[in-house]
Structures are given as structure tokens and as C-alpha cells.
């Protein structure tokens, strides 16, 4: 089995561009991948169109250890979130195909099954204005959906510092959403690495009392002694990871005993390649998973397929019930969260069991949507932009 043609396709959100990848077989099958890539899915696209020419086209998709070995090393230049977002994409179409060619699921491969359910929590679900009955009213219907534990920042447009003003609103969001759902369901609240060490430790402190399962991202990830300070400064966990796109460069933070839940994206550090190495890393210093996971449909399945066999994953992050629910129609065989319990059902179909629905993505083509954080109402979600111009429309038409 050999690949010989690389496909991708973009679809369109408000507030993200999906970008899905078809690896091509000479027999005839079609392994898939996909990745959010966060504001830079024409740079994406660039970057797996070059790297497949050198790497892909002609190879064994078996031949996963070799492809993650070649991006790195005969690349010479650093890695970063480009470069492993689009290996991400053809580690995990090459997952797909071995799962198809030897008939098993995927988690087969990674180790066989270890859980039947995977937890998830929602994300993506409070989208209005920063009005904490409103938000709270938001968070029962989560609740209502079979969700155990949902994420949410509170904190609005802020960066580096946060008034108390606006502390104080955030504390009335929290604790209106923590009275809405109970003692018993995960808060996981939200810092989007908005803050200085000294901000996230105030904000940390003021937080406690509503109980967060973690807080996430308190600091910018290069900020390693501002995580010290943070931890020095609240009991509670903290979570990071998501935009650390090298298993090495979580060294300092496993042994300095900074990081309690890894984030780790599966779509932006090399696949399931680089993140099985993570995990199994993260479960030597007694240290969980939780990856970040803002994918669509495919990507959603193939973290599902992790999680399955992966001893220390606490939980799965899953936006799809509430932003744009309507990305589970692009494929065949979206995973779905049963609301009798929150979890994931273990997969059954061979590889990755999605297949894209052509016809469903030409519905929905490219927004060029700018993902603005800092931009006041971000949390709308509705940040679509259209192309500077005709020219840069004709060539994200022609690219996607």
C-alpha cells in the first residue's frame, strides 16, 4: 500500500476554518485527518503541500515513526505549530488507513482498549453577552445535555492585567454558573494565557471558593517561572499545554511539577505519534491528560480513539454540540456524546470510522475567519472577515 495523492479540503465556520486531509492509497482507500488551525490555514495548506512532495507521496502509510522522524530531523529547522499541525493531519490519515487495511479500530493500534467511555466536557456553549444569568442559564442547559463538566472564560477581552471591575464580574459569572450546575459537575475555568504571574495568582485566589476543577492557560506557555508563581499561590490545578507543540519542550514544565493536567493538542503536535509519547512521558510523573481539542468531526473521532487507550486521560474537551453543531453532518459516522452519561461511546468501525461527505463541505466553503481573543465579544463566536480582496478570495477558492 502506497499513497499517491495528498487532498485537502477547507470548510468554513463563523470563528474557524476546519482543514480536512485525504491521504489516497493505490488500492483505493482514503485515510483522513483534520486540524483547526488557528487564523494561518493558507500557511497550513502551503506546508503540507511541500512537505507531502518530500515526504508523503510514495510512502507506506505504516511508516508513521519514519514520517514524524523525517518532518523533525531531515528538516533541521525547529518544529513548531505549523510544521506539526500538518504531520498531525497525515499521522492521523495514516492511522485511518492502517485501521482500514487491518480491519480494527484505531485504538487497536495504540494499545487496545482501556476505557469503554470517555468523558468529555463542553466548550463553545456561552456564547452571549457577559451577563451572569444569562451565562448561568447557558450552563444548565450543558448540564441538561448529560455534559459532567464544562469550561468557560469569564475574564472578556483582558490581557496582562484585569481590573477589579472586571475581576469582580468574573467572580459574579462563576459563581452564578457554579449555583446553576451544582457541586458535582467540573468547572474548568478558562485563562486563554491572558495574564501576568501576578494577575493569574490574584485571579486564582479570588476563584477558589467556586471549586475549579483547573485553571487553564494562566500564563503565556514560554512563561515557565510564571507558572511557579502561580502554583506557589493556589491549591488549585493547573492545566496547560495546548499551544506546546514538541514532546521535548514539555520537559520544564513535567520536572519543574508545574503542570498538573497536560493540554497537549493531538492535531498540533505530530498526531497521534507525538501525543502517545506525551502521555506515556506525563504518566511517569503521575501526571493526566486532557487534550485540547477544537476539531470538528474527524479530529474529534481520532482523540476519542486516544483517549480509549491511553491509561492517563482524565477528559475530552468538545465544542461541536454547541458551536456550529452542524459540523457532525461533514462526515459519516460522527462521534457523539450520550446524554445519559457525558461520554463518548468506545468506536467500533475500522480506522477512524468518519468518511467525509464532499457534497456537505462544498455547502460550507471558507470564511477566513479571524479568531480575535482579545477583541471585545469574542465569546460570540461570530468573528467571520471577509478576504481583503477579489484577488485573495480567487485564491482561497482555488486553494481549498
Not at 116 to 130: C, I, K, L, S, V
Not at 138 to 154: F, H
Amino acid at each position: 500500500m502506497k499513497i499517491t495523492e495528498v487532498a485537502t479540503v477547507v470548510v468554513g465556520t463563523p470563528w474557524r476554518e476546519l482543514t480536512f486531509v485525504e491521504l489516497v492509497t493505490d488500492d483505493g482507500r482514503r485515510g483522513l485527518g483534520e486540524a483547526r488551525m488557528l487564523n494561518k490555514t493558507d500557511t497550513l495548506l502551503a506546508c503540507i503541500e511541500e512537505m507531502s512532495r518530500r515526504y508523503v507521496i510514495g510512502s507506506d502509510p505504516f511508516d508513521v515513526q519514519r514520517l514524524a522522524w523525517s518532518f523533525s530531523w531531515e528538516e533541521y529547522g525547529r518544529a513548531g505549530e505549523v510544521t506539526q499541525t500538518a504531520l498531525a493531519t497525515i499521522d492521523m490519515a495514516c492511522h485511518d488507513l492502517i485501521g482500514q487495511h487491518l480491519g480494527v479500530p484505531v485504538y487497536q493500534l495504540l494499545g487496545g482498549r482501556f476505557r469503554e467511555r470517555t468523558p468529555a466536557y463542553a466548550n463553545g456553549w456561552y456564547q452571549g453577552d457577559r451577563d451572569p444569568a444569562v451565562i448561568a442559564r447557558m450552563a444548565a442547559e450543558v448540564v441538561a445535555r448529560g455534559y459532567r463538566g464544562l469550561k468557560i472564560d469569564p475574564f472578556g477581552a483582558a490581557t496582562a492585567e484585569l481590573p477589579s471591575a472586571q475581576l469582580r464580574m468574573a467572580c459574579d459569572i462563576l459563581g452564578a454558573v457554579r449555583e446553576a450546575v451544582g457541586p458535582d459537575v467540573e468547572l474548568m475555568v478558562e485563562m486563554h494565557g491572558r495574564f501576568t504571574a501576578a494577575t493569574a495568582a490574584r485571579v486564582a485566589r479570588a476563584i477558589e471558593e467556586f471549586d475549579p476543577a483547573w485553571i487553564e492557560e494562566p500564563v503565556p506557555p514560554y512563561d515557565v517561572p510564571g507558572l511557579r508563581q502561580v502554583r506557589a499561590a493556589t491549591s488549585i490545578p493547573i492545566a496547560t499545554g495546548e499551544r506546546v507543540h514538541a514532546v521535548p519542550e514539555f520537559r520544564e514544565l513535567l520536572e519543574r511539577g508545574v503542570v498538573d493536567i497536560v493540554q497537549a493538542d493531538l492535531t498540533h503536535i505530530g498526531g497521534f505519534t507525538g501525543l502517545r509519547k506525551l502521555a506515556g512521558w506525563a504518566e511517569s510523573y503521575n501526571v493526566l491528560i486532557a487534550p485540547h481539542n477544537v476539531c470538528g468531526p474527524v479530529g474529534t473521532a481520532a482523540n476519542v480513539h486516544l483517549a480509549a487507550a491511553t491509561p492517563n486521560h482524565k477528559v475530552l474537551e468538545h465544542f461541536n454540540d454547541f458551536a456550529d453543531p452542524w459540523v457532525k453532518d461533514l462526515v459519516q459516522g460522527a462521534p457523539a456524546v450520550d446524554p445519559a452519561d457525558g461520554c463518548f461511546a468506545l468506536p467500533t468501525a475500522p480506522g477512524l470510522g468518519v468518511r467525509l461527505d464532499h457534497e456537505a463541505c462544498a455547502r460550507h466553503p471558507r470564511t477566513n475567519a479571524h479568531f480575535n481573543l482579545v477583541r471585545d465579544g469574542w465569546e460570540r463566536r461570530d468573528s467571520a472577515r471577509a478576504p481583503l480582496n477579489a484577488a485573495a478570495a480567487a485564491s482561497s477558492a482555488r486553494r481549498s
